[in-house]
Nanobody
Framework: QVQLVESGGGLVQTGGALRLSCAAS????????MAWFRQAPGKEREFVAA????????NYRDAVKGRFTISRDTAKDTMYLQLNSLKPEDTAVYYC?????????????????WGQGTQVTVSS
């Protein structure tokens, strides 16, 4: 059992930055892959970025490469997403997710644990 709680969302102008956090608790040793997804109203939930438990390997959605940075502090059981150069198209609820499997997955259906989401709004 793993619990995830996101924080750090907010409203920023185009070009601004935010830092999202995801605090994990419970059986965190099984969170081999952790990821960020996002979902805008009326849109499908989409993959944003993922990272392995040891923080040594990452993967990003093409649209955020070069702008977002995912990181993980295993000792603190916390994952982060640094969002830079934000665009209005980044506006969405951002969700933290964890997968109890060592293989990469970019489908929300393959993730076992989810946070409640944190709103990111980028004004033009």
């Amino acid at each position: 059992q793993v619990q995830l709680v996101e924080s750090g969302g907010g409203l920023v102008q185009t070009g601004g930055a935010l830092r999202l956090s995801c605090a994990a608790s419970g059986r965190t040793s099984t969170t081999y892959i952790m990821a960020w997804f996002r979902q805008a109203p009326g849109k499908e939930r989409e993959f944003v970025a993922a990272i392995r438990r040891n923080g040594g390997s990452t993967n990003y959605r093409d649209a955020v490469k070069g702008r977002f940075t995912i990181s993980r502090d295993t000792a603190k059981d916390t994952m982060y997403l640094q969002l830079n150069s934000l665009k209005p198209e980044d506006t969405a609820v951002y969700y933290c997710a964890a997968r109890s499997n060592s293989y990469w997955s970019y489908s929300p259906h393959d993730y076992d644990y989810w946070g409640q989401g944190t709103q990111v709004t980028v004004s033009s």
